[in-house]
Nanobody
Framework: QVQLVESGGGLVQAGGSLRLSCSASGVIVSINAMGWYRQAPGKQRELVAA???????NYADSVKGRFTISRDNAKNTVYLQMNSLKPEDTAVYYCNADIATYSGRYYTNAYWGQGTQVTVSS
């Protein structure tokens, strides 16, 4: 069974920083894209940042220049360094990963973490 476990959320003042981590565990053949999404109350879940296995990244316009996604493929872990946080960054942040497993044949599925709350006070 594959699991994604996030950590690093919390309460921070505007202008502060947080670093989120997400580690995948289970019988994993490989991990392709990994990314972070967020969902604020009353809003749809949106992509924040994503990274291919080779390190190609893309960001939402609202976080460009402030957030950095990185990953450690050996540890099946993706990080999100968030700097210059704003109150509008307040949301539940979810890790997402496209993971290949093997059970008689190869499967590739998208997995989600449980979410971690980020709250930025003004």
């Amino acid at each position: 069974q594959v699991q994604l476990v996030e950590s690093g959320g919390g309460l921070v003042q505007a202008g502060g920083s947080l670093r989120l981590s997400c580690s995948a565990s289970g019988v994993i053949v490989s991990i392709n894209a990994m990314g972070w999404y967020r969902q604020a109350p009353g809003k749809q879940r949106e992509l924040v940042a994503a990274s291919t296995r080779g390190g190609t990244t893309n960001y939402a316009d609202s976080v460009k220049g402030r957030f950095t996604i990185s990953r450690d493929n050996a540890k099946n872990t993706v990080y999100l360094q968030m700097n210059s946080l704003k109150p509008e960054d307040t949301a539940v942040y979810y890790c997402n990963a496209d993971i290949a497993t093997y059970s008689g044949r190869y499967y590739t599925n998208a997995y989600w973490g449980q979410g971690t709350q980020v709250t930025v006070s003004s």
